[in-house]
T-cell receptor
Framework: QKEVEQNSGPLSVPEGAIASLNCTYS??????FFWYRQYSGKSPELIMF????GDKEDGRFTAQLNKASQYVSLLIRDSQPSDSATYLC???????????FGIGTKLQVIP | NAGVMQNPRHLVRRRGQEARLRCSPM?????VYWYRQLPEEGLKFMVY????????ESGMPKERFSAEFPKEGPSILRIQQVVRGDSAAYFC???????????????FGPGTRLTVL
């Protein structure tokens, strides 16, 4: 079983729709959860982190965490073509521990 | 506040040569991480270093690869006797020193694209 699992996609959504990206993780001791965006040929860029159960909103982005289900998601409202990228889910323990990345989900926003 | 810097951005080596990749963390950051990313694959953790210490090298191949983060200067990822399979993007990330933090935010550099001919 992979430590952090994501559907590689591509996930295609029309412009203006809500994109929903999902991630599951295997280590119940995981404490911190991150979403990174990576454009083709570029480096990952941190979008959000979350460490408490529930929702965390930042602009058009909402991260959701359910530790009981070992599930974390990222919602992108009013999707724009510029949101087209690969979204990496990452998980770590408390403090300065190794961060494990999923393979990433490729999102395509269709104009 | 400059971000994480990596150089060179592109590196071409012939099989058997050595590759040296450099990473300067963000100002105020004392933790450095190296990752490798193959085309169409995810980021694979290689090594985590603090100044003058290797904290976790569980992702480093046993042979040919080494990393250091000296007291002065950038962190170096060194690959000896490169082979074609070493061709990949190598990313460095850094995070701040904050003893009370419970969140390990990492900020990535632009990466070094290594091509082995």
């Amino acid at each position: 079983q992979k430590e952090v699992e994501q559907n590689s996609g591509p996930l295609s959504v029309p412009e203006g729709a809500i994109a929903s990206l999902n991630c599951t993780y295997s280590d119940r001791g995981s404490q911190s959860f991150f979403w990174y965006r990576q454009y083709s040929g570029k480096s990952p860029e941190l979008i959000m982190f979350i460490y408490s159960n529930g929702d965390k909103e930042d602009g058009r982005f909402t991260a959701q965490l359910n530790k009981a289900s070992q599930y974390v998601s990222l919602l992108i409202r009013d999707s724009q073509p510029s949101d087209s990228a690969t979204y990496l889910c990452a998980v770590s323990g408390r403090g300065y521990q190794k961060v494990t990345f999923g393979i990433g989900t490729k999102l395509q926003v269709i104009p | 506040n400059a971000g994480v810097m990596q150089n060179p951005r592109h590196l071409v080596r012939r099989r058997g040569q050595e590759a040296r990749l450099r990473c300067s963390p963000m100002k105020g950051h004392s933790h450095v991480y190296w990752y490798r990313q193959l085309p169409e694959e995810g980021l694979k953790f290689m090594v985590y270093l603090q100044k003058e210490n290797i904290i976790d090298e569980s992702g480093m191949p046993k042979e040919r690869f080494s990393a250091e983060f000296p007291k002065e200067g950038p962190s170096i990822l060194r690959i000896q006797q490169v082979v074609r399979g070493d061709s990949a993007a190598y990313f460095c990330a850094s995070s701040p020193q904050n003893s009370g933090a419970s969140v390990n935010e990492q900020f990535f550099g632009p990466g070094t694209r290594l091509t082995v001919l």
